[in-house]
Nanobody, 122 residues
Framework: QVQLVESGGGSVQAGGSLRLSCQAF????????MGWFRQAPGKEREGVAT????????YGADSVRGRFTISRDNAKNTVYLQMNNLKPEDTAMYYC???????????????WGQGTQVTVSS
């Protein structure tokens, strides 16, 4: 069992930056893929970026490539999402997730946090 707690969301203007953090509680954290997903109102949840346990396999959505960076610190049981050059279309609820399977498909992920809101104004 893994519990996930996100933080770091907020409101910024376009072009700004935010860093999201997700701390995991549980014994299996260091063996899991960790990922960030987002869901805007009226849209399906989509994968943003995911990272394997060792931190050397990363999957990223085309829409955020070059702007968002995922990383993890296993000593702190924490995964981060650095978001730069934010755009209004990045506005969504951002969720942290964990599972033993890889990829950006949210259906592959079993454990989810409660989410943190990111709002980008133009």
């Amino acid at each position: 069992q893994v519990q996930l707690v996100e933080s770091g969301g907020g409101s910024v203007q376009a072009g700004g930056s935010l860093r999201l953090s997700c701390q995991a509680f549980g014994d299996s954290y260091n063996s899991f893929f960790m990922g960030w997903f987002r869901q805007a109102p009226g849209k399906e949840r989509e994968g943003v970026a995911t990272i394997n346990a060792a931190g050397n396999r990363i999957y990223g959505a085309d829409s955020v490539r070059g702007r968002f960076t995922i990383s993890r610190d296993n000593a702190k049981n924490t995964v981060y999402l650095q978001m730069n050059n934010l755009k209004p279309e990045d506005t969504a609820m951002y969720y942290c997730a964990a599972d033993s399977r890889a990829g950006l498909d949210p259906l592959r992920y079993t454990f989810w946090g409660q989410g943190t809101q990111v709002t980008v104004s133009s």
